[in-house]
């Protein structure tokens, strides 16, 4: 049973617009929610994350919304740059006594960002 | 960048034999993790530790064994590899632990199983 889904495999845009990935969860006890990024033969880069008492995060070109009542957050790259071509994970937390905080992370979503 | 190195960071081994990795961190946090990355299942939590001695499961932990004998070293063991094992090897490092800690992630070790 996936917990956290990220339903988009990829997404292309154009250098300097929006980019805009999602994410759905399922455990409603999660209460902390993060996005990684990843180029390729690295390890996974932490970017941005949002507690369950917030439902918007910002920093610098990033943002994260949070809806908890839809189970959904969502990854905002504002202007988009051709080095934000990557793969980014989102990953959720709490889950109380059967997840013990561990971290749960989606499939990814391939970003590539046309110049 | 978070001082986590790990090794070796490519590796090719026969089906049956013993395999272990190894992570290093220079942060001297608490928590450590190991992770799989495998297509179509994001990153996957096979066993993790919260102090030095101190080991817990993960999601996917058969077949898998870990030590912590000191703060900065956490080695996974595949004590007889297969096949399905082949994947790419994620440790992970954090300062406070769950629920609300942010883990920070090394190179990875990508291991092939023949």
């Known amino acids: 049973d996936q917990q956290v889904k990220q339903n988009s495999p990829s997404l292309s845009v154009q250098e300097g617009r929006i980019s805009i990935l999602n994410c759905d969860y399922t455990n409603s006890m999660f209460d902390y929610f993060l996005w990684y990024k990843k180029y390729p033969a690295e390890g996974p880069t932490f970017l941005i994350s949002?507690?369950?008492?917030?439902d918007k995060n910002e920093d610098g070109r990033f943002t994260v919304f949070l809806n908890k009542s839809a189970k959904h957050l969502s990854l905002h790259i504002v202007p988009s740059q051709p080095g934000d071509s990557a793969v980014y994970f989102c990953?959720?937390?709490?889950?109380?006594?059967?997840?013990?905080?561990?971290?749960?992370f989606g499939q990814g979503t391939t970003l590539q960002v046309k110049p | 960048d978070a001082g986590i190195t790990q090794s070796p960071r490519h590796k090719v081994t026969e089906t049956g034999t013993p395999v272990t990795l190894r992570c290093h961190q220079t942060?001297?946090?608490?928590?450590m993790y190991w992770y799989r990355q495998d297509p179509g299942h994001g990153l996957r939590l096979i066993h993790y530790?919260?102090?030095?001695?101190?080991?817990d499961k993960g999601e996917v932990s058969d077949g898998y064994s870990v030590s912590r004998s000191k703060t900065e070293d956490f080695l996974l063991t595949l004590e007889s590899a297969t096949s399905s094992q082949t994947s790419v090897y994620f440790c992970a490092i954090s300062e406070n632990g769950p629920p609300t800690d942010t883990q920070y992630f090394g190179p990875g070790t990508r291991l092939t199983v023949l």
């Open positions: 990953a959720a937390s709490g889950g109380g006594s059967s997840n013990t905080g561990k971290l749960i």
């Open positions: 949002i507690s369950s008492i917030k």
């Open positions: 942060e001297n946090h608490r928590y």
């Open positions: 530790s919260y102090g030095v001695k101190d080991t």
